[in-house]
């Protein structure tokens, strides 16, 4: 049997108080024993005053990345093995949270990323392409296969990198991040999900980011590659 007191779900959240409460609430049914972090990244409504979890706050907006290295520290400093994240809009079911753990303790990977269906019928046209695209010159450019690179469910064995290795605070974190585990030769596995898309505003503004995700994928090519952990 699993032991969840080495995992810990961090949830990076900005302005989620109509989705935060109902996302805790499905995480507890399913794994009531496993610790939540909420990382509240300079919210302006109650997203810091959710009750029942810890919650790290940011005193200003600093971005998903920045979100993301603060849930890092703080599962590492609080001694967990592994992290999981998922995103705070319900975009990301929680009854996969268990096929996240099987998953690394079958493959003992690294690094564990959500793999959505792409298709038209459930996913926004922009959002469509963004993904395939990015994904597969990710793929090209380390030479290995990564299916959903955008993905933000994801499960982390924490010691297997340094964050601050990491340089990029908004969404481009998360290309960052795959690009450098897999250039790195770290063991990453999929897990299929559901694709899921609410009417609700996406923070991802198309044009900005990617131009921003171009720049960081030639910036890729003069990172160094470093040894296996």
């Not at 109509?18 to 399913?30: R, S, V, W, Y």
């Amino acid at each position: 049997m699993t032991n969840l007191t080495k995992y810990c779900i961090i949830i990076p959240a900005y302005n989620a108080e109509t989705t935060l409460p109902q996302l805790i609430n499905k995480i507890n049914e399913i794994v009531q024993s496993i610790q939540i972090i909420v990382i509240n990244d300079g919210s302006y409504d109650s997203t810091g005053k959710i009750a029942n979890v810890l919650v790290v706050n940011h005193n200003r907006n600093q971005g998903k990345g920045e979100a993301i290295k603060t849930g890092f520290r703080t599962a590492s400093d609080k001694g967990y093995t592994y992290a999981i994240f998922l995103d705070a809009d319900l975009q990301h079911d929680p009854t996969k949270i268990p096929d996240f753990i099987k998953t690394q303790c079958e493959t003992n990977a690294d690094l564990v990323v959500g793999k959505r269906d792409f298709n038209l019928k459930n996913m926004p046209f922009f959002r469509y392409l963004s993904n395939t695209w990015t994904s597969g010159l990710i793929t090209i450019r380390t030479g290995r296969k990564i299916s959903d690179s955008q993905c933000g469910f994801r499960l982390v064995k924490l010691d297997s990198v340094n964050i601050n290795d990491f340089v990029y605070t908004g969404f481009q974190f998360e290309s960052e991040f795959v690009i450098k585990y897999l250039l790195n030769d770290k063991i990453v596995a999929e897990v299929e999900i559901p694709t899921i898309y609410a009417s609700e505003k996406s923070s991802i503004n198309h044009i900005p980011d990617t131009l921003k995700f171009i720049k960081l994928y030639f910036n890729s090519f003069l990172w160094k590659k470093r040894g296996k952990k």
